[in-house]
T-cell receptor, first 112, second 113 residues
Framework: DAKTTQPPSMDCAEGRAANLPCNHS???????VYWYRQIHSQGPQYIIH???NNETNEMASLIITEDRKSSTLILPHATLRDTAVYYC?????????????FGAGTRLFVKA | GAVVSQHPSWVICKSGTSVKIECRSL??????MFWYRQFPKQSLMLMAT?????????EQGVEKDKFLINHASLTLSTLTVTSAHPEDSSFYIC?????????FGPGTRLTVL
């Protein structure tokens, strides 16, 4: 799996957009960008994933640069409950249960 | 989404005893499950890959005789921490894939006194 680089922590005001960057300069052509988050003392939760096009779902938007070497997860209106560690992971998309290796992630603090 | 459960959610045991943690896929079958360990303020560390009907695959540095994994059915994998010591105190998380997505259990917090 390609290595990813994320800032260790970020702050965001409640109600504002949270933009979490991720660098994955060694990403391969068949590797997807996945985002998960982990709220304190819980298991990780899937957020979104994409290959090269921007993606949006009910939780977030994912913006992937044209060269695919970096991406940004956007939480459009952050709430206090979005305070968590966010993990950016690059991996192949596989139905067979390919293992996921977690990096250090970004600790997002949403403040009132 | 799919549900992965773990039991117990927390456990306290004495040093030297063994502890079994169960991971179940509630609404799907999982031929492969994964076990992670997480120490405070650290990321998840993959311990092993649990394969239904065969031996688990352990990551480098993980003692297979200490962390016994049994994947006896398509919906259940167990992790047994044998002869637990205080340094084994951690948050243990399992996960499984279905429908191109990976789902994680809620975790089990193990405290060894």
């Amino acid at each position: 799996d390609a290595k990813t680089t994320q800032p260790p922590s970020m702050d965001c005001a409640e109600g504002r957009a949270a933009n979490l960057p991720c660098n994955h300069s060694t990403i391969s052509g068949n590797e997807y960008v996945y985002w998960y988050r982990q709220i304190h003392s819980q298991g990780p939760q899937y957020i979104i994933h994409g290959l090269k096009n921007n993606e949006t779902n009910e939780m977030a938007s994912l913006i992937i640069t044209e060269d695919r070497k970096s991406s940004t997860l956007i939480l459009p209106h952050a709430t206090l409950r979005d305070t968590a560690v966010y993990y950016c992971i690059v991996r192949v998309k596989n139905t067979g249960g390919f293992k996921t290796i977690f990096g250090a992630g970004t600790r997002l603090f949403v403040k009132a | 989404g799919a549900v992965v459960s773990q039991h117990p959610s927390w456990v306290i045991c004495k040093s030297g005893t063994s502890v079994k943690i169960e991971c179940r896929s509630l609404d799907f079958q999982a031929t492969t499950m994964f076990w992670y360990r997480q120490f405070p303020k650290q990321s998840l560390m993959l311990m092993a890959t649990s394969n239904e009907g065969s031996k688990a695959t352990y990551e480098q540095g993980v003692e297979k005789d200490k962390f016994l994994i049994n994947h006896a059915s398509l919906t259940l994998s167990t992790l047994t921490v044998t002869s637990a010591h205080p340094e084994d105190s951690s948050f243990y998380i399992c996960s499984a894939w279905t429908r191109n997505e990976q789902f994680f259990g809620p975790g089990t917090r193990l405290t060894v006194l």
